[in-house]
C-alpha cells in the first residue's frame, strides 16, 4: 500500500473505533432506567438511585467530550503530520536512534498529559468531588504527578531503551526476544509492585490483630491457602471508593484491603470478599490469564516486526524517511481491531472467572455475605445497576450486579 492509502486507513479506522465505541455509551446511556430494578428493591434509598442515575450521566456526558477532543486532535496530528514533525524537530539536538525514539515518546507523553490536565483537573475536583469520592488533596495530586513522571522516566526509560536496542540490533528478529524481556519485567511487577511501587503513592501497613485477621487466617487455614500477608491500604487519602486484590506470587502472595472497605462492611462480608479473592488464586485464573496475556504479547510483536521497517507507512504520519518510533504508534492504530476483539475475549473469560470465584467463596464460605458485600460496594460507588448488555458484553470485566447475584441464588437450589 501507498503511504496515502495506508494514512486514509489509518484515518478510518480511528473513526470508526470512535463511532463504535460512542454507539456503545449512547446505548448504554439510553439503557438507564428511572425506577429500580425489581429484584434490588430496597437496596438504594430513591434519593440514592437517582443519584446513581445521574452520575451515570454525568459522567457519560462528560466521556462524549473528552473522546471528541481526543478524536479531533488525532485527526489534526494525523492529516497534517504532527508526528513527523515532532521527530523531525527533535532529530535536530539529537541524532542516536534510541535515545531519538526515547525523547520522541517522552514528548508525546508530556504533551499529551499537558493538554489532558484540565480534563483530569475536572474528573476529579469537580466530578468526583460533587458526587462525594473525590478525597484527593491538591497536594496529592501534584505529587502523584510528579511520581509518575520519575517511575516513567526510570522505568520507562530503561525498559524503552532495551527494546529499542532489541529492535535496532536484531531487526525483524527482535519480536521473540522483545516477548522474553516484558515477559521477565510482567513477572517481575507481579511479584513486586506492592512492596516497590504501591509504598510510593500509597501507604500499606499490615492488618491489625484482632477478630478479623483471626478470621481470614481460619478460612485461609480451612481452604489450604498460604497466606501471609494481609495489608490495608489508605485508599481514602484518594477516594470513598472501595476495593480490594491479591497480588503477588509464592512467597510474595499478598492480600490487600481498601481501609474503605473495611470501614463499611462487615467481619463476615470481608472473609467473603477474600474468599472470592482466593477463589481466583485456586482456579488458577491468574496464571491463566497471565498466560494469554503473553500469548496476545507474542502475536503483537510478530505482526509488528512485519511493519517495524515498512518506509511507506513512517511516511503516512508525515515522516521524512523510515521512522522506528512513529511505525510503533502507526502500528498501534493499525492494530486497533485486533486489540478491541482480544479485549472483547478476556472480558468474557474474565466474567467467566469472576461468576468460578463468586461460587468459589459461596461454598466455601457462604453466599449471603458476599451478596450483602457486592450490593453495599455498588451503592457506594453508585454503579450503574442497568448497563445495556451490548456494552457489558463488549465493555465489562464482571458480570453485572443482578447477574452475580442470580448465579449465586442458582447454587443456593
Do not use: C
Amino acid at each position: 500500500m501507498t503511504s496515502v492509502q495506508l494514512l486514509y486507513l489509518i484515518i478510518g479506522i480511528v473513526v470508526a473505533d470512535y463511532i463504535f465505541d460512542q454507539s456503545l455509551d449512547f446505548l448504554n446511556l439510553k439503557s438507564s432506567k428511572s425506577e429500580l430494578p425489581q429484584k434490588l428493591t430496597g437496596l438504594y434509598k430513591p434519593e440514592q438511585y437517582a443519584k446513581s442515575q445521574n452520575y451515570l450521566k454525568t459522567q457519560s456526558r462528560f466521556s462524549f467530550i473528552t473522546t471528541a477532543f481526543s478524536l479531533s486532535l488525532s485527526l489534526l496530528v494525523l492529516i497534517f503530520g504532527g508526528f513527523g514533525w515532532l521527530e523531525n524537530s527533535i532529530s535536530t539536538y539529537i541524532s542516536d536512534p534510541i535515545v531519538l525514539s526515547l525523547a520522541f515518546f517522552g514528548s508525546l507523553f508530556i504533551l499529551s498529559d499537558i493538554l489532558n490536565l484540565p480534563f483530569q483537573l475536572y474528573s476529579t475536583f469537580v466530578i468526583e468531588e460533587k458526587f462525594g469520592f473525590n478525597k484527593t488533596s491538591a497536594k496529592t495530586f501534584v505529587m502523584d504527578k510528579l511520581k509518575g513522571y520519575l517511575i516513567g522516566i526510570i522505568i520507562g526509560g530503561l525498559l524503552g531503551y532495551s527494546l529499542l536496542w532489541l529492535i535496532f540490533e536484531l531487526q525483524q528478529q527482535f519480536w521473540w526476544t522483545a516477548l522474553i524481556v516484558i515477559a521477565a519485567f510482567s513477572l517481575f511487577m507481579n511479584v513486586f509492585y506492592t512492596s516497590l511501587l504501591l509504598p510510593l503513592f500509597n501507604k500499606l501497613r499490615p492488618l491489625e490483630e484482632g477478630s478479623l485477621k483471626e478470621q481470614i487466617k481460619a478460612y485461609a487455614k480451612k481452604v489450604d491457602f498460604p497466606l501471609d500477608s494481609i495489608f490495608v491500604i489508605d485508599g481514602s487519602k484518594r477516594s470513598s471508593k472501595a476495593n480490594a486484590f491479591f497480588s503477588g506470587m509464592g512467597k510474595k502472595k499478598k492480600i490487600v484491603l481498601y481501609d474503605t472497605l473495611i470501614e463499611n462492611h462487615t467481619e463476615e462480608e470481608l472473609v467473603a470478599v477474600l474468599a472470592h479473592e482466593v477463589g481466583h488464586f485456586k482456579k488458577k485464573h491468574i496464571v491463566l490469564s497471565m498466560i494469554i496475556s503473553f500469548g496476545q504479547m507474542a502475536l503483537m510483536l510478530y505482526l509488528l516486526s512485519w511493519l517495524i521497517f515498512n518506509e511507506e507507512l513512517s511516511a503516512a504520519l508525515g515522516a521524512q524517511a523510515l521512522s522506528v518510533p512513529i511505525n510503533l504508534i502507526a502500528f498501534g492504530l493499525l492494530y486497533t481491531p485486533i486489540s478491541k476483539l482480544t479485549g472483547i475475549l478476556m472480558n468474557m473469560l474474565s466474567r467467566k472467572n469472576e461468576y468460578e470465584a463468586d461460587a468459589y467463596a459461596s461454598l466455601t464460605y457462604e453466599a449471603s455475605p458476599l451478596k450483602s458485600a457486592l450490593k453495599k460496594l455498588s451503592v457506594d460507588n453508585l454503579s450503574n445497576l442497568t448497563p445495556h448488555p451490548t456494552y457489558v458484553f463488549v465493555n465489562y470485566s464482571h458480570p453485572t450486579l443482578l447477574q452475580r447475584l442470580e448465579a449465586m441464588d442458582k447454587l443456593a437450589i
